[in-house]
C-alpha cells in the first residue's frame, strides 16, 4: 500500500505498509490481546484490506483500509484515553459522524471496562475458544472419548504421517483448499460463512506461503501419498499458541481429530491453544465445544461515544 492511498494520511507524523515494517510492527504490537488481532491475522488478509502501521507523538496504530472507510482492527499502543481518542478523530475525518463503520477491535474484558469508564460504547463481537493443550495431546478420560474412538480409526484405516509443511507442498494445498471448499460450501449455502470461504483462499495461500517470514509455523497430513490436512498456527503469548488455519478432507473421519490432537502434542512449551472464534457458524460452534474449551476470550469493539467527541 502507498501511503497516498490511506485516506487523510496527513493526520499521522508517520504512516507505512505494515508488511514492510514487519520489525518494528511485532516489537510494537506483540503479543496481541487475542488471535484476531495478531500481525498474522492482518497479513493473511491484505489482499481484502490494506493495512498501515501509523504513528501520532508516542503513539502507534494499526489502521485497516477498505474501500472508502478505515478502522482500527486492534487497540492502539499505548492503550490509554488519549490514544483511543486520537484514533476516533481519525476515523471521524476518513468515515464520517456516527456509528458503525469507525470502531476500535479486539478489546479483551479488562479493556472494557476501562473503555466505559472512559465514556466510549462497547459491544461483544466475538469469543475465541482456548484449549488445555495437555488435556487435548493426551485425550484422556471420558470427554475425550469420542476424539479417540475418531484417531483410532483414522490410523486403523491409513498410513498417517504429520510432518512440517514445505514449500512444495504449496500446490497439493491449494488442491486441498478447493475440495474442502466444495465440500463446505454445501454446508454453508446462503451463510455468511458462504461469503467467507469463497473470500478465503487468497489468506490461506498467503499464509502458507509467506507465514514463515510472520513467525508462522505450518505442519500436513499426508495420508499413504496423499496430502490430506494441513494447519497453521503461531505464538500469541509465552503460554498460549494460537491455530489459525485447518484444512482437512472432510469425508476422512478422525482427520481433523488427528491433526489438532498431534500438533497439541508438540507444543510442550505453552499451555494454551487459542483456536479462534466459530465465525458466527453454530455447527463450527459446536464443533469447537466438543474439544471442551477451558475458557472463552471475550472480544468487544468499541464505538464513537462522547469519549470521542
Known amino acids: 500500500m502507498n501511503v497516498t492511498q490511506l485516506p487523510c494520511a496527513d493526520f499521522f507524523d508517520s504512516v507505512e505498509p505494515l508488511d514492510s515494517v514487519l520489525e518494528k510492527a511485532f516489537s510494537l504490537f506483540h503479543p496481541a490481546p487475542a488471535l484476531s488481532a495478531s500481525l498474522p491475522a492482518f497479513l493473511m488478509w491484505q489482499d481484502e484490506f490494506a493495512y498501515a502501521l501509523a504513528s501520532k507523538g508516542a503513539a502507534s496504530f494499526i489502521v485497516a483500509h477498505y474501500g472508502q472507510y478505515v478502522y482500527f482492527p486492534n487497540p492502539p499502543r499505548p492503550f490509554n484515553a488519549e490514544t483511543l481518542q486520537t484514533a476516533f478523530e ?50 484422556h478420560g471420558d470427554p475425550y472419548r469420542a476424539k479417540r474412538a475418531e484417531i483410532n480409526h483414522l490410523l486403523k484405516e491409513h498410513s498417517v504421517v504429520l510432518r512440517p509443511y514445505r514449500q512444495s507442498d504449496l500446490k497439493a494445498c491449494g488442491e486441498l ?54 494447519s497453521v498456527g503461531a505464538a500469541l503469548f509465552p503460554d498460549t499458541y494460537g491455530i489459525y488455519l485447518e484444512v482437512t ?32 457458524l453454530p455447527r463450527l460452534a459446536e464443533s469447537k465445544e466438543h474439544w471442551h474449551p477451558a475458557r472463552r ?13
Open 90 to 139: 481519525y476515523m471521524r475525518k476518513v468515515n464520517g459522524p456516527g456509528t458503525g463503520v469507525s470502531r476500535v477491535e479486539g478489546s479483551t474484558e479488562d479493556q472494557k471496562e476501562q473503555v466505559e469508564a472512559w465514556g466510549y460504547p462497547v459491544r461483544p463481537v466475538l469469543a475465541e475458544y482456548l484449549y488445555d493443550r495437555s488435556q487435548v495431546a493426551g485425550l
Open 177 to 230: 483448499f478447493e475440495l474442502w471448499k466444495d465440500q463446505r460450501l454445501s454446508i454453508l449455502k446462503g451463510e455468511m460463512g458462504e461469503r467467507m470461504l469463497y473470500s478465503s483462499q487468497k489468506a490461506h495461500f498467503r499464509a502458507l506461503h509467506q507465514g514463515e517470514d510472520w513467525a508462522m509455523d505450518a505442519w500436513v497430513v499426508v495420508l499413504e501419498n496423499r496430502l490430506a490436512a494441513y
Open 249 to 280: 478432507d472432510l469425508t476422512v473421519k478422525g482427520l481433523s481429530a488427528y491433526i489438532f490432537a498431534n500438533i497439541c502434542r508438540q507444543l510442550e512449551p505453552y499451555l494454551f491453544i487459542n483456536a479462534g472464534d466459530a465465525e458466527g
Open 297 to 309: 476470550l471475550q472480544l468487544y469493539a468499541v464505538d464513537p461515544g462522547t469519549g470521542g467527541k
